[in-house]
């Protein structure tokens, strides 16, 4: 399992939309606890820094192609 793998499963809600995001930003901490961070909330102050889980709509989505969707054993 690849650490980005690991990460996601530790969220504990299936991200929806971020789960293929280019702006998707996961990170997680020494304790082990993960969480996504909105990369376009940078420049776009009506995004939400750190989203509720699951996403269902967002107006800052966009795809990412080569980034395949990974399972989620939630």
């Not at 530790?10 to 909105?38: D, I, S």
């Not at 995004?47 to 699951?54: E, G, I």
């Amino acid at each position: 399992m690849s650490d980005a793998t690991s990460a996601l499963a530790k969220l504990g809600a299936h991200p929806g939309l971020c789960l293929g995001c280019a702006h998707r930003l996961l990170n997680e901490t020494r304790r082990g606890t993960a969480y996504l961070r909105c990369g376009g909330a940078a420049s776009d102050d009506t995004l939400p820094r750190y989203p509720r889980l699951p996403v269902r709509e967002c107006h800052g989505f966009t795809a990412v192609e080569d980034r395949a969707p990974q399972a989620l054993d939630k």
